[in-house]
């Protein structure tokens, strides 16, 4: 197989590369944390999380986002079974639109009151 590379530059430990900003379509940031602490347990691109009450976090990108027009997906998990639900982008006063900079997101059982989940995860996707 022949062919030409042409690159001005290429970034690998830090800039556009080291974080995917330069690939559309893939992942910009993903974490796994236990909703109970914030503590994270993996992650891709988030510096951290804030739990601002129970059920409801902040998560902090490493490097900023090129725009604030992503898709997220967010789970939960607690390995008994019981009823959970997590949501995007909470209408808090601590929260609300998307941001480069953070992401906020909420976990709550299924009738609706906050709760924490040992596993609670989200994925960024520009």
């Known amino acids: 197989m022949a062919g030409t590379i ?5 970034n ?3 800039g ?22 914030g503590t994270i347990a993996g992650s891709f691109n ?4 804030t739990r601002v009450a129970t059920g409801f976090y902040i998560i902090n990108f490493a490097t900023a986002l090129s725009n604030a027009n992503y898709a997220s997906a967010v789970s939960v998990g607690d390995g008994t ?3 959970r639900f997590a949501f995007a982008n909470y209408p808090q ?6 941001t480069t900079t953070a992401f ?14 040992a596993y609670t995860s ?5």
């Open 12 to 14: 690998t430990d830090t």
């Open 46 to 49: 988030v510096s951290s999380v």
């Open 93 to 98: 006063s601590t929260g609300g639109a998307p």
């Open 81 to 83: 079974g019981s009823g």
């Open 6 to 10: 042409v690159a001005n530059t290429i």
């Open 104 to 117: 906020y997101m909420g976990t709550t059982t299924f009738s609706g009151t906050p709760a924490d989940y």
């Open 122 to 126: 989200a994925i960024i996707f520009d």
């Open 16 to 37: 556009l590369f080291s974080t995917n900003n330069a690939y559309s379509g893939i992942a910009k940031a993903w974490v796994q944390f236990a909703g109970s602490t």
